[in-house]
């Protein structure tokens, strides 16, 4: 396990710039999010989804110097960690591109990198952001990858990442 304690720091850093909005779910939550009983079939599969989950960590800003410390901390990170490219979508609008840890078969990954850069005229919550971080890691299956994106409210296009 030192791996994921070492993949998990190297970002930590993030969270404590004031530029940063930062979103942390441990494993703890995880395990607390699949306790909930539910009988909605949908529910019951992100319920079964999320106890292999160990750590999912966003962070975003607006600030065009730490957007470029996020991109070179995450380059040096990929080469390091030898991580895999997934796949990259590329727009007028924005950048999205998807690294992976491989898993235990071609379906799951141990850990999966978003990095979204170049975004315009987005507000949330009245909060403009130009680029995300997103770090999950755990026992990830990609089939499933859109039914997390969809109950947690993450970026959509996590969930084209595991159609691919």
Not at 63 to 70: L, P, Q
Not at 91 to 118: Q, T
């Amino acid at each position: 396990m030192p791996v994921f304690g070492f993949s998990q720091s190297i970002f930590d850093r993030f969270e404590a710039m004031d530029d940063v909005t930062t979103v942390v779910v441990n494993q703890n939550m995880f395990k607390l999010f699949s306790r909930i009983q539910a009988d909605d079939p949908e529910a019951v599969a992100f319920m079964d989804m999320v106890k292999s989950l160990k750590n999912l960590k966003v962070f975003t800003t607006e600030d065009k110097d730490i957007s470029e410390e996020m991109r070179s901390t995450m380059d040096g990170y990929i080469k390091k960690e030898d991580l895999e490219e997934l796949m990259r979508v590329k727009d007028k609008e924005s950048n999205v591109k998807f690294y992976i840890r491989p898993g235990k078969d071609a379906d799951h990954v141990s850990e999966l990198l978003m990095f979204v850069s170049g975004i315009k005229d987005v507000d949330v919550n009245g909060r403009k952001f130009e680029t995300v971080l997103l770090s999950l890691t755990g026992d990830i299956d990609l089939n499933k990858i859109s039914l997390l994106t969809q109950k947690m409210n993450l970026p959509s296009e996590l969930g084209e990442a595991g159609g691919k």
